[in-house]
């Protein structure tokens, strides 16, 4: 299967699986009333709540966030007219800032190489990579969090880099973030795992974001940033207070990959999309956001995917994860969160930060799949963009991200609508909100496999006006393509109220005006 095969596929594909979810959408199943009010509102979801994760070793080519890159510009900006892009990941451990050409690269600590985690190979951060960055954003309309490393980095190279990239991004860049999956310092031998804790990162991280602000005096900071231990977020905003001129950190971020690797039997798509992983998303969040608070600031999910060390076939890259990460961001959002970045990036680069491969071609290889069949899978298997030679491809779970990102800038509505759909038996979730228009918009995702949903919405008697529909749909879960479809005519409230048809496995977002 060649990328021109492919991207023929998707054109033809669409119409008719768009009509045969379409039609699915007009059979009747359980039946579930809601009620929408407006009186109370809830957390604000950022109007550029929709982001991307990659790894900083993507900037070792300068012409990947570039100007140049049209067809990668087009992506983001289909993805959301405002976005925020995160650059850190493993392997920003091992890159140097290299001011010139002639820079002589630094000396660096020796560490042994750890399985599954990347391989001790050292790269530059030029200039040109920088200033590359910065007309891609401009291009895009998408603003920046900056990784620098922590794990073997120094004071002053972190200062020195600091600042050419705030005076390069400008208003581009949002924040500086010191140090990746900071926690899982002692397990691939960057500090002493009998030692290291959080009260010791938090004193290193201390002596970097000084001297960053010594040279960048506006600059602002996320952290920790840690990989899987929320508690080091509790135990940070517990010493914060203690600090004394503490540099000024806006945000508190964490990471979150649903399983992995990909050789786990338990990382399947039952298992993603059933109501029990989301109540584990719920207990992290609650703890987040009590530390968020604590300090002052809000809670950013900043990497995550499905399954980790580069995702899995067969779940990773189909509409089950398009279903995921739609439900996934919309929880988030509606808990405070002020944005999500979904990992991804080249092949190359994922591969490089956790240990030289994917294991999600191992599985491939182990099924007997061709070359030609593996290679027509996204690289990373998680990427939301993906990237086949030349050319950029949305994959589904980047539209479950845009889907999402259909409340973007909004403010919640307060309800207990998920758990009142779930009475149905039905695994199925839903969020409304008040947009900025003054529309509100509810999203129902039906993420059971067997079982379609009929919803009531009640609106209250007064409310009039015409409702636009949107569908996220496929052939199946296990498709490997996913679209958003609008409807063609828009329907209209009937005293109030109004009823959606919600077919297994699709989401619909209805927007009714004001």
């Not at 140097?96 to 190489?113: I, M, N």
């Not at 004193?203 to 960053?212: D, G, K, M, Q």
């Not at 690289?379 to 539209?399: K, N, R």
């Not at 199925?428 to 919405?457: C, F, M």
């Amino acid at each position: 299967m060649t990328t021109i095969g492919r991207r023929e596929f998707l054109t033809t594909a669409a119409g008719s699986i768009a009509a045969t979810r379409l039609h699915l959408q007009h059979q009747t199943g359980s039946r579930v009333s809601l009620k929408i009010s407006t009186e109370v509102t809830g957390p604000h979801m950022p109007a550029d709540f929709v982001g991307l994760s990659y790894e900083v070793q993507q900037l070792t080519d300068p012409t990947f966030f570039a100007p140049s890159n049209l067809g990668l510009i087009r992506q983001f900006k289909a993805l959301a007219p405002r976005g925020v892009l995160r650059l850190g990941g493993n392997t920003s451990e091992f890159a140097w800032w290299k001011p010139a050409p002639g820079s002589p690269e630094p000396a660096h600590p020796q560490l042994p190489a750890v399985e599954g985690w990347p391989k001790p190979q050292y790269y530059a951060v030029t200039p040109e990579a920088v200033r590359n960055l910065a007309a891609f954003l401009s291009a895009t309309g998408w603003t920046c969090l900056y990784g620098i490393g922590m794990g073997t980095n120094t004071p002053q190279r972190a200062a020195e880099e600091a600042a050419f990239v705030a005076e390069t991004l400008r208003a581009s860049l949002q924040y500086f973030q010191i140090g990746n999956e900071v926690d899982f310092f002692g397990r691939h031998n960057m500090r002493d795992a009998k030692t290291w804790s959080a009260k010791i990162y938090l004193e290193e991280w201390l002596s970097l974001a000084r001297a960053v602000t010594s040279r960048v005096s506006a600059a602002k900071f996320g952290m920790p940033d840690v990989g899987s231990e929320v508690a080091w977020l509790t135990e940070i905003a517990d010493l914060w207070a203690s600090i004394r001129n503490p540099p000024p950190v806006t945000t508190v971020s964490h990471h979150y990959y649903f399983g992995g690797p990909a050789t786990n039997p338990e990382v399947n798509i039952p298992n993603l999309l059933k109501p029990a992983t989301m109540a584990k998303v719920q207990k992290t969040a609650d703890a987040a956001t009590a530390a968020a608070n604590k300090m002052g600031v809000r809670v950013r999910m900043t990497e995550g995917n499905t399954c980790y060390r580069g995702g899995k076939p067969g779940v990773s890259d189909v509409f089950a994860a398009a279903l995921w990460s739609a439900d996934y961001s919309l929880l988030l959002a509606s808990n405070n969160y002020s944005g999500i970045n979904l990992h991804g990036g080249t092949g190359k680069s994922v591969a490089n930060s956790v240990g030289g491969f994917l294991p999600g071609d191992i599985l491939l290889k182990e099924k007997g799949e061709s070359l030609e069949l593996i290679a027509a899978h996204p690289h990373p298997f998680y990427t939301p963009i993906a990237t086949f030679g030349s050319e950029y491809v949305m994959e589904p779970v980047a539209y479950g991200l845009k889907f999402a990102g259909e409340l973007s800038g909004g403010t919640f509505l307060p309800g207990d609508y998920t758990s009142q759909l779930q009475t149905t038996g039905v695994d199925a979730t839903a969020y409304a909100a008040t947009l900025p228009s003054g529309d509100v918009a509810v999203i129902i995702l039906n993420k059971d496999t067997e079982q379609n949903l009929e919803v009531a919405l009640d609106f209250g008697t007064g409310r009039t006006g015409a409702v636009e529909t949107k569908i996220l749909h496929a052939a199946a879960p296990d498709s490997r393509e996913a679209h958003i479809t609008p409807s063609s005519e828009p329907g209209h409230l009937q005293h109030g109220q109004y009823t959606a048809d919600v077919a297994r496995a699709t989401g619909v977002c209805l927007t009714l005006s004001k």
